[in-house]
């Protein structure tokens, strides 16, 4: 029952149901897989929910390691039948002892771990059906790898009851988010969502209890479960946060925020602390992907911040992501990379004469789920970059369009990719210059560079034995 009042009226006792929350006083936090690897980190998190001065919307990620052991458990079980069982002990265990050691309650224990049994059968049943069939499409591994996120709202769910607070898990196919049928990376009809989730957003305002919505899947329109590829976590957050038309959403991990270089390379590499959308947009794809790339694409519209934060410096500002570009006094924001790029150059006289080329490179490759990470043109040369673990399959395809248009191909391996972002890099002058200047001073050979293909970021291309030191020197030009 939702708490409420009586009145009596013209001697009729009515119920006025209480309005509890809107969406004016709730905030969408969202706690990924390394706020999730031990009891310690899972007090953490519970005290984060608990000290929201609004009514948190907990969107949860798998406990860590625990998606990359579903992928490998999918690949042994289809190798040996006699494999399922040490996957399902790994994660029976894992989830057993987080349990264990987080709830102190007997009765809550047993009951979160009769939650956890129940779906950790369904998985030993799926990986045997996978074990048996020899198949894993891609639909069955979206189904599987599923369940990280199911068993971390359970145990969340647990320790937040033995605190005597009631939640509420929502798992994200049952709530109309209706996504395509790319089913390890799928994309959500937002608008179809949005209707679907009127009502059920509106029972999630109207109760007490925590919501703890399931992250990284959906399900098509034929209730097919998807996911959306690694990291996804975060793009259902910001979906939710749409649905919900939330003022701000959190993104709470074990890191302070983005940073203005790899901290890895950069010794005097600092937190940044606001950015805009365009600009994480570009740095989603780089680095260690801090944010899932399709992040920003809910929220667009609504201009929801979002706000980088860290479950173990819960004090510091973290990074701010907002619509409002502002060019900071450095006007870079990051020098952000990738060394797992590999070049094709599909060289041709004709080539900038013959329309449709690319089109059809382009399609030749989508057609084997095979995205191309940038191109870069010229007259004569179309130069596409792959990710490198795409490569050889990529080569393969493209070898075969050689002939009339397309005279000779190239192929290079290890190449990386450095991209310069800041509001600032096409507004104000000289900023290129800067950037050639400083990376040749370094006398690195800089093998391709292209600004202008988007309005916040410089890319450059590099042997990937080159890239430290061309971020050093950027780096160093731009912030001392
Ligand atoms: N658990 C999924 C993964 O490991 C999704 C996420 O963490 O956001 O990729
Ligand atoms: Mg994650």
Not at 26 to 43: E, M, P, R, T, Y
Not at 115 to 123: A, Q, T, W
Not at 368 to 385: E, G, R, W
Not at 417 to 441: D, F, Q, T, Y
Request: charged fraction near 25%; hydrophobic fraction near 45%; aromatic fraction near 8%.
């Amino acid at each position: 029952m939702f708490p409420g009042f009586y009145l009596i009226q013209n001697d009729t006792i009515n119920f006025y149901q209480v309005k509890m929350h809107n969406k004016e006083n709730i905030k969408v936090l969202k706690f990924g897989g390394d706020c999730l690897k031990d009891a310690s980190h899972i007090q953490k998190v519970t005290d984060i929910i608990l000290s929201q001065k609004n009514f948190p919307i907990v969107i949860v990620s798998a406990i860590f390691g625990i998606t990359d052991l579903l992928i490998d458990g999918i690949t042994s079980a289809k190798d040996k039948e006699v494999n399922v069982s040490s996957t399902i002990s790994i994660l029976t265990e894992k989830h057993y002892e987080i349990a264990q050691d987080a709830i102190v309650n007997d009765s809550v224990l047993q009951t979160t771990i009769q939650d956890i049994v129940l779906l950790v059968k369904k998985v030993e049943r799926l990986l045997y059906g996978v074990s048996y069939t020899e198949e894993d499409t891609d639909a069955i591994r979206a189904y599987i790898t599923s369940f990280g996120e199911r068993l971390a709202a359970v145990i969340l769910a647990g320790v937040l009851e033995d605190k005597g607070i009631k939640s509420n898990i929502i798992e994200t196919d049952k709530i109309g988010l209706i996504t395509d049928e790319q089913y390890e990376n799928a994309t959500v009809d937002l608008k179809e969502f949005k209707v679907n989730f009127k009502p059920i957003a509106a029972n999630i305002l109207n109760d007490e209890a925590i919501p703890i919505l399931t992250g990284f899947f959906g399900n098509t329109p034929k209730g097919k479960i998807t996911t959306f590829g690694r990291n996804g976590s975060d793009y259902t957050a910001a979906v939710m946060a749409y649905g919900f038309d939330a003022p701000l959403l959190e993104i709470w991990k074990d890191i302070d925020g983005f940073m203005n270089a790899d901290p890895k390379i950069v010794n005097n590499a600092e937190i940044i602390d606001h950015l805009s959308y365009f600009e994480v947009a570009e740095l989603c794809y780089f680095g260690d992907r801090i944010l899932h790339p399709l992040t920003i694409e809910p929220i667009a519209g609504l201009g929801i911040p979002v706000h980088m934060k860290n479950i173990f410096n819960p004090d510091s500002k973290g990074t701010i992501i907002s619509p409002d570009a502002y060019i900071d006094e450095h006007i870079i924001k990051s020098v952000a990379y990738n060394p797992h790029i590999a070049m094709i150059r599909l060289h041709g006289s004709g080539i900038g004469y013959k329309a449709g080329i690319v089109t059809t490179i382009a399609n030749a490759l989508s057609a084997k789920n095979i995205n191309i990470f940038a191109t870069v043109s010229s007259q004569t040369c179309i130069n596409l970059l792959i990710e490198m673990k795409d490569a050889d399959e990529s080569y393969d395809i493209l070898k075969e369009y050689k002939g009339n248009i397309i005279e000779r191909i190239d192929f290079q391996k290890d190449i990386a990719l450095i991209a310069v972002v800041g509001e600032g890099v096409l507004k104000r002058k000289g900023i290129l210059a800067r950037v050639l200047e400083g990376v040749s001073k370094e006398r690195i050979n800089i093998e391709m560079a292209s600004a202008g293909a988007s309005e916040v970021a410089i890319y450059l291309i590099m042997s990937a034995d080159d890239v430290d030191d061309a971020i050093r020197a950027i780096h160093k030009e731009f912030f001392g």
